[in-house]
């Protein structure tokens, strides 16, 4: 967007994405609320195609979320679209939210040629403000004459607020020996965190799929991705993952494909570490897991105290390796630890265990570990079998810099 600097955890450019039969994409500059860029995105799928969908389960929850779950589960063949504005969330708007959510589905399917509940909408910005609806429904017919398979990265681009880079991943993967494709893109910096991390995310695929099978899998794999990671343990109200499956290269996906599960997968948590890596303000990409915890749900417990910690993340920024910090994580989350038989890693390096601080650790080890961008903390409670593995960043002055202006 040019407003922020870019993440120095940014890659390098762009991926090359594999275009997805069956999917056409379109941008346009509305004026929601930036000016001078383009800030509505439309994607268009091809009849036939099945639509499955995740959501933030937060309690104040846009009117686009709410209206994506209700047709979520609804059977439907014909063409489906999605509709997406950045600049405003359409978020704590009363009637209005419901008024401007419902003049974009209508407008679009008019539009399209479309049955309403096929039109899914997303919307992302400033909570609190009245959506101006009319400037996404005055050009849905130059929405619609753009449409191209290969304008996936324009599409990227007009759904970024505070992000400093586009975001994209893709796989290609044998399915009975066709080759299928996947290709997403996210949006996502700040307000990151489960249930799901401020953030919007559209997969395609060109499988074949049936759509309760699509659905499981969706929902199994946003558990161990994007219910994964934290920039600053807010969860946002308008949380979006839409996939859509176009089954244009004829080979078909079950719930035993697993190649194509690992394939997605990996699509997935590539773009959930591109948004850690795009958190407010980073500078430092981490890594928390935890093992030997009473069961699975603690250490995932664990993981997030370490991961949610201020005390952590601005110790990480100061690239001080401050393990006492990591002890203070996991007595005060609530879950069963014991302190004499627990261990911490900064990286390779065995830090403390058995209730103090290893006596083979040297503070210059940890100190050499904290200048790294990518770090590595872990955590072994020495209880059970329990392990999770959670993703976050540092915290920074960038963080309150940007979220002290945002709205200026």
Known sequence: MGKYPTSPLAPAAFPALPVIDGVRFATVEAGVRYKGRRDVMLALLDEGSVMAGVFTRSATRAAPVLDCQAKIGLDGSGPAAIVVNSGNANAFTGKNGVTATKAVTRAA??????????????STGVIGEPLPHERVTAKLGELKEALDPGKIEEAARAIMTTDTFPKGASAEVAVDGKTVKIAGIAKGSGMIAPDMATMLVYVFTDAVVE???????LSTLTDVTFNCITVDSDTSTSDTLLMGATGTSGARVTAESTAFIDALRGVMLDLA??????????????EVHVSGAASDADAKTHAMAIANSPLIKTAIAGEDPNWGRVVMAIGKSGAAADRDLLSIRFGDVLVAENGWVSPDYREEQGAALMKQQEIAISVDLGLGGGTATVWTCDLTHGYISINADYRS
Do not use: C, I, N, P
């Open 273 to 286: 570490h591109q948004v850690v890596k795009d958190g407010e303000g980073a500078t430092k990409f981490v």
């Open 211 to 217: 759509r309760s099978v699509l659905q499981d899998m």
């Open 109 to 122: 399917a008019e539009a399209l040629g479309l049955d309403e509940g096929r039109v899914f909408t997303s």
